[in-house]
């Protein structure tokens, strides 16, 4: 069966320091991938998508994701966390029809 | 501009009432969605529509219901049956569902109390 897992629940980190979110996903076939941020009371936000070819995604707000088979991840990084960073992150894997499986999502802290 | 508009953002519910929550979106998407959110548990599919007039169940659809008359609507209602209805709704479009391309994009939300 299809699932994504994030296994970091909350994550803190200092502003202007680097940001690695992980993502883990189960999935018979080529994945589609996403990443998604959620402001508090907010709908999501698409941050960047991997369908296929180049395995490094650059994304929105100097997001980027790496897409690795061979660990079946797909985590997403920023070299300089901002302030403004500070929401929930989902990461979410599709198969090319209407279903997405979504992970239960990374809350992130920015300290100043 | 484009997008996906949810109303309202906060509705109150007496146990025992069905209430209907509004979506519509003016991308011209054919594919619109339902998600159930609640605290630490991801989004969970309710249910889903790939045209007007046909709707699938999600992973969680009893005690919901939903119609899609037109295309760019596509309310949900929660109904009495529905046992623990606080949740935090959003609302999704794509162009197609079964396509290489089908980002879904997202309404702002409904939060939903029953009191």
């Known amino acids: 069966a299809q699932s994504v897992t994030q296994p970091d629940i909350h994550i803190t980190v200092s502003e202007g320091a680097s940001l690695e979110l992980r993502c883990n996903y189960s999935?018979?076939?080529?994945?589609?991938l996403f990443w998604y941020v959620q402001s508090p009371g907010q709908g999501l936000q698409l941050l960047l998508k991997?369908?296929?070819?180049?395995?490094l995604v650059q994304g929105i707000k100097g997001f980027e994701a790496e897409f690795k088979r061979s660990q079946s991840s797909f985590n997403l990084r920023k070299p300089s966390v901002h302030w403004s960073d500070a929401a929930e992150y989902f990461c979410a894997v599709g198969s090319g029809t209407y279903k997405y499986i979504f992970g239960t999502g990374t809350r992130l802290k920015v300290l100043a | 501009d484009g997008g996906i508009t949810q109303s309202p953002k906060y509705l109150f519910r007496k146990e025992g009432q069905n209430v209907t929550l509004s979506c519509e979106q003016n991308?011209?998407?054919?594919?619109m969605y339902w998600y159930r959110q609640d605290p630490g548990q991801g989004l969970r599919l309710i249910y889903y529509s790939q045209i007007v007039n046909d709707f699938q169940k999600g992973d969680i659809a009893e005690g919901y219901s939903v119609s899609r008359e037109k295309k760019e609507s596509f309310p949900l209602t929660v109904t009495s049956a529905q046992k623990n209805p606080t949740a935090f709704y959003l609302c999704a479009s794509s162009k197609r569902s079964g396509t290489d391309n089908n980002e879904q994009f997202f309404g702002p939300g409904t939060r939903l109390t029953v009191l």
């Open positions: 991308l011209n998407h054919d594919a």
């Open positions: 999935y018979g076939a080529t994945p589609y």
């Open positions: 991997y369908f296929s070819g180049d395995t």
